[in-house]
């Protein structure tokens, strides 16, 4: 079992950063592909980015891909995205999901543990 917890959601302006944060207990980290996954009001959950257990490679959705960056400490077991140049349209709530097996994917349906979520809201 894997227990994720997301901090760092909150309101800014168009334009900025926001840094987000998913804290991991519970099996070894490395063994975890990690991803990011938003949902705006009305929408399905769409991916945003992904980790590979090893750290070695990243995905990014085409939406976000030279404004976000995700990383992971295996030291400390956490997962980060950093948000920069924000849109309105990134307003959402944001979820970190874990996946058994080192292989990062973009299909939810593939990530068995979830935070609960952490609002974003980008102003205009």
């Known amino acids: 079992q894997v227990q994720l917890v997301e901090s760092g959601g909150g309101l800014v302006q168009a334009g900025g950063s926001l840094r987000l944060s998913c804290a991991a207990s519970g099996r070894t980290f490395s063994n975890y592909a990690m991803g990011w996954f938003r949902q705006a009001p009305g929408k399905e959950r769409e991916f945003v980015a992904a980790i590979s257990g090893n750290s070695y490679s990243t995905d990014y959705a085409d939406s976000v891909k030279g404004r976000f960056t995700i990383s992971r400490d295996t030291a400390k077991n956490t997962v980060s995205l950093q948000m920069n140049s924000l849109k309105a349209e990134d307003t959402a709530v944001y979820y970190c999901?874990?996946?058994?097996?080192?292989?990062?994917?973009?299909?939810?349906?593939?990530?068995?543990?979830w935070g609960q979520g952490t609002q974003v809201t980008v102003s205009s």
């Open positions: 999901a874990a996946r058994g097996g080192a292989t990062m994917m973009r299909s939810k349906g593939s990530y068995g543990y």
